[in-house]
């Protein structure tokens, strides 16, 4: 059985930041893409970033470009998303996904769809 389990939401002020984990099992880790999509209240899920497993390569909505890291972590079959300079604009429900596929992560076209995690919140306020 496949479980994503994501952890490390909460509330942050402007400018601040979060690391956001998500442990994964059920899957080969390093045979998989994975990523963070997020969804705000009103509004559609967005791709924020995701990662190739296999070769590192990664992709980063342009929102989020030089403000957020993507990293994953074989050993503890994790991957996480560091979050830095916080805006209010950041705030949503977070979620990791994950998919069996050893394709190079590029463009939003390249991030997972198979797997979901629950979402954890993350809301910048002051």
């Known amino acids: 059985e496949v479980q994503l389990q994501a952890s490390g939401g909460g509330l942050v002020q402007p400018g601040g930041s979060l690391r956001l984990a998500c442990a994964a099992s059920g899957f080969t880790f390093d045979d998989s893409v994975l990523g963070w999509f997020r969804q705000a209240p009103g509004k559609e899920r967005e791709g924020v970033s995701c990662?190739?497993?296999?070769?590192?390569?990664?992709y980063y909505a342009d929102s989020v470009k030089g403000r957020f890291t993507i990293s994953i972590n074989n050993t503890k079959n994790t991957v996480y998303l560091q979050m830095n300079n916080l805006k209010p604009e950041d705030t949503a429900d977070y979620y990791c996904a994950a998919e069996s596929a050893l394709w190079i992560v590029a463009t939003a076209k390249d991030c997972p769809n198979d797997y979901w995690g629950q979402g954890t919140q993350v809301t910048v306020s002051s």
């Open positions: 990662i190739s497993a296999s070769d590192g390569s990664t």
